[in-house]
C-alpha cells in the first residue's frame, strides 16, 4: 500500500469552486482498480501552537492505493482529463507526496 498527500493551492476564492468539481469525479477515483481511499480536507483551525497558518484557497487530497501501479493508473484515468480541464483556470499550483508506510 501506498499513501498519497496532494496538495492543491487555489486562486484566492476558487475554493468552493475546485471542490465542487472534484466531488464529481470522486465517485469514479473510488471505483478505480486498487483505490482504497480518496477524500478532499481543508484546514480546521486547532489551536495547537504547531499548526501553521490556515489556508483558505488550499485543499488536501489524501489517498491510498494498493500499488504505485495503481497510482499511475489513476493519473491516466478517463476522468482525470475532464476534471483538469475544468480546474485549470483555478489551480495555481499542485505539489504530490507518495508515502510508504513503514
Given at each position: 500500500?501506498?499513501?498519497?498527500?496532494?496538495?492543491?493551492?487555489?486562486?484566492?476564492?476558487?475554493?468552493?469552486?475546485?471542490?465542487?468539481?472534484?466531488?464529481?469525479?470522486?465517485?469514479?477515483?473510488?471505483?478505480?482498480?486498487?483505490?482504497?481511499?480518496?477524500?478532499?480536507h481543508i484546514d480546521l483551525p486547532s489551536g495547537f501552537p504547531v499548526q501553521p497558518p490556515m489556508r483558505p484557497d488550499t485543499v488536501t487530497i489524501l489517498e491510498r492505493w494498493e500499488s504505485l501501479d495503481a497510482l499511475k493508473s489513476h493519473m491516466n484515468a478517463p476522468h482525470m482529463g475532464p476534471y483538469r480541464q475544468a480546474t485549470k483556470d483555478i489551480v495555481q499550483s499542485m505539489q504530490v507526496q507518495v508515502l510508504s508506510p513503514t
Open positions: 500500500m501506498i499513501c498519497v498527500i496532494a496538495t492543491v493551492n487555489l486562486k484566492e476564492g476558487k475554493r468552493d469552486d475546485y471542490l465542487a468539481e472534484l466531488r464529481k469525479i470522486i465517485p469514479d477515483v473510488r471505483q478505480e482498480i486498487g483505490n482504497i481511499e480518496y477524500a478532499p
